[in-house]
């Protein structure tokens, strides 16, 4: 359910001191089929490539991605940089035939959705 993975994020990134870019890779039916911790930062700051997020995905045969990082510092706000990190993964899946469901910024135990506060990201 949408609550048990709110759940477990914070419980895998939502408290962590630096920056940690985690993926979720989905099954066309949504199953879980693994998730992984790409890339880790500084306290405000984590380097994303989408070539590395798309070839875990594809090594997984996942046709569905969530993207999730953490704010240490408690902000949800999403920077200018998630978005535009946003955007790239979402045209390079989108290119590969991987659906980006979702963004999620987990802060300590909330959480912010980039598709529901700009659903502009991932449409067609």
């Given at each position: 359910s949408h609550d048990e993975l709110i759940e477990w994020l914070t419980f895998e990134i939502g408290y962590e001191m630096q920056e940690h870019f985690l993926v979720v890779f989905l099954s066309n039916q949504n199953v879980i089929l693994g998730y992984k911790v790409l890339f880790k930062g500084t306290i405000d700051r984590s380097v994303v490539h989408p070539r590395d997020i798309i070839r875990e995905a594809l090594?997984?045969?996942a046709c569905r991605i969530i993207l999730v990082h953490n704010h240490p510092g408690g902000s949800l706000r999403a920077s200018e940089a998630d978005i535009y990190v946003t955007q790239k993964i979402v045209e390079a899946a989108k290119m590969m035939?991987?659906?980006?469901?979702d963004h999620?910024?987990?802060a300590n135990s909330r959480y912010y959705s980039l598709k529901v506060h700009n659903s502009y990201l991932f449409s067609e």
């Open positions: 090594f997984k045969h035939g991987i659906e980006v469901s999620l910024i987990i």
